[in-house]
């Protein structure tokens, strides 16, 4: 069941999305290697506390194992979603992907972002760029009376034309009062299938894109997904919602692309 938001909801939900994009913020702040993803975990939690919100992602529960226990999820290079913050600390070359989800007043946040770690191959680089790109052209084409599926074809046409990987078992969804809503948005498709897209409906566009192959592997702690090559991952998510007839982006990256421009 799709919830369309009236205009009052939509600004409820960009409150939570800023509050998840100064999550966000605060961490590219700290990042460098020796810095443990445990640290970064630890501030998140503190940041959205401190600001009144709620982590989501915390006692998230899962089907194959414990419920998650951190506030974010941060993905070290070959990891492509749901990495569990541990002590291991980063390295100069790493890349990793923090996603973050807040709740705040009722509404939930939800947004992803592929950090740099010191000095980042080019070919790794370029991933990183594509990946965010490829969000661009989904939420380009989020608008009212086209349909999910050009939203997954303009990311899988992206992404594909250059080599990499599109992983399929990972979607973008609705959101709104529920972290998790109706309809899945998968990062492929066909032009002009799927639901159409209507003023009100908020969604999560969230490539989840391989340098390699798609082909994905479940790691033992029953959350970490692995590209089976082994081979690095990137992940970019931006919570929108399509009022007025066009895309709205909730979620913002302006402020870490203003950190990075200084750190690199
Ligand atoms: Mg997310
Ligand atoms: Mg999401």
Redesign the pocket.
């Known amino acids: 069941m799709i919830y369309l938001k009236t205009e009052d909801e939509i600004e409820l939900l960009r409150k939570a999305n800023l509050l998840v994009s100064l999550t966000l913020t605060e961490i590219a702040k700290k990042l460098k290697p020796g810095v443990t993803t445990f640290q970064l975990d630890t501030l998140a939690e503190q940041v959205i506390r401190d600001n009144g919100g709620t982590p989501v992602f915390k006692g998230f529960p899962n089907p194959y194992g414990p419920p998650f226990p951190a506030s974010i ?1 941060a993905s070290v290079n070959n990891i492509v979603v749901h990495g569990v913050p541990d002590n291991r600390e980063l390295r100069d070359g790493d890349i990793l992907s923090v ?3 807040a709740c705040l007043d009722g509404f939930c946040g ?3 972002y592929t950090f740099c770690i010191g000095e980042v191959k080019p070919e790794v680089r370029q991933l990183l760029k594509t990946t965010k790109e490829a969000l661009y052209k989904g939420i380009e084409v989020a608008l009212p009376g086209r349909r999910i599926g050009d939203i997954g074809y303009a990311v899988q046409q992206h992404c594909e034309s250059r080599g990499y990987g599109v992983v399929r078992e990972f979607v973008g969804h609705g959101v709104g009062r529920a ?1 998790h809503e109706d309809p899945a948005v998968p990062n492929y498709g066909r032009q002009g299938s799927g639901k159409q897209i209507h003023n009100g409906l908020c969604i ?1 566009i ?1 490539p989840m894109i391989a340098m390699g192959k798609r082909d994905i592997a479940l790691l033992e702690d029953k959350w970490s997904v692995t590209t089976r090559d082994g081979l690095p991952a990137a992940h970019f ?1 931006h919570s929108i919602a399509i009022h007025q007839g066009k895309p709205d982006i909730l979620s913002s990256f302006e402020e870490i692309e203003i950190i990075e421009g200084k750190q690199y």
Do not use: L, N, Q
Request: with cysteine; hydrophobic share 20%.
């Open positions: 999820c996603d973050c989800g939800d947004s992803c972290m999560a969230e998510e």
